[in-house]
């Protein structure tokens, strides 16, 4: 018979993959900690006693929550000064160490998700990314199982036509991000120009409280000409450091006091950067350590 004790491992055990399915859904960490908590708090409440499958009912437990979560935040971001961007998953840093992230879920990706409705993204994430059949899909949508796979092909069709191309592995995604690092910090324009692809798009989210560009950047020129007008100030960049950022090769960027300042995500096809978004908000970057 499950004790206390008992289902308090099974939840600490599993935990690190709730906040992965919340995190994927949601795109901020510390919104999905909170989901993850209201449905341990959800399940002490209920006659867990006659649960079988305690894993089955938190997966949907967290993911109903989400799915509300997700629905008050799109309102929220309406609002948002700039382009929003998911606060990035660092790691080997706290919070990265306590989520269980899909490889799927890089930053580009969860941008992508951000233009599918709350009902695709959580049929689409949960059928597509995690497995789960549209019976249990349906259930966390309130759509029958019909209507789930309706929406999920409709989700596909556009996480398709806007997903990143990734054709590079990961060492030649670290060489790349390498390469961007020598020659951001060199100052060398002529070799950031190489790497940059002609269409690259940069992102920027300071969410007001972070010197940032209020819209996407498109065209290697301009992005270099942002890139070096915010590198030339010492007190926002120090020093730039290679780093795994939602699963993939990444950068870190310190300030003259040592203080993280923004955590880059990158995009690469064909040997060259087609995608940079870089979280500045300090709300966004408080919970890295």
């Not at 070799?191 to 969410?207: I, N, Y």
Request: glycine letters at 8%; aromatic letters at 6%; charged letters at 25%.
């Amino acid at each position: 018979m499950r004790t206390d004790d008992d289902l308090a491992a099974e939840f600490h055990a599993i935990r690190p993959r709730l906040v992965g399915v919340a995190y994927a859904l949601l795109g901020s960490v510390h919104e999905s900690e909170d989901a993850v908590q209201d449905a341990w708090l959800r399940l002490q409440r209920s006659d867990w006693a006659a649960i079988e499958d305690v894993t089955g009912w938190l997966v949907v437990a967290v993911s109903r929550i989400a799915l509300d979560t997700l629905r008050s935040a799109r309102r929220r971001r309406e609002t948002y000064v700039g382009p929003w961007l998911p606060e990035p998953v660092v790691a080997g840093a706290d919070p990265a160490e306590r989520v269980t992230l899909d490889e799927s879920m890089s930053m580009a990706m969860l941008i992508v998700l951000e233009t599918l409705s709350p009902a695709e993204r959580t049929v689409f994430v949960l059928h597509d990314v995690f497995g789960m059949p549209f019976t249990e899909v349906a259930g966390v949508v309130g759509r029958s199982p019909a209507a789930c796979r309706q929406l999920a092909a409709r989700a596909r069709r556009h996480a398709a036509e806007g997903a990143p191309r990734f054709d590079v592995d990961t060492a030649g995604h670290r060489r790349v991000v390498e390469a961007f690092i020598a020659a951001t910090t060199s100052g060398d324009t002529a070799a950031l120009l190489e790497l940059l692809d002609p269409e690259v798009v940069l992102r920027t989210d300071g969410g007001g409280r972070a010197r940032a560009a209020l819209r996407p950047i498109t065209g290697a020129p301009k992005t270099i000409r942002f890139i070096f007008g915010v590198l030339g100030d010492t007190a926002v960049v120090a020093r730039l450091s290679p780093w795994t950022v939602n699963g993939r090769p990444g950068l870190l960027t310190y300030g003259s006091d040592g203080g993280l300042t923004s955590v880059t995500g990158f995009s690469v096809a064909d040997g060259r950067i087609t995608g940079i978004d870089a979280v500045l908000n300090p709300e966004k970057l408080a919970r890295i350590r």
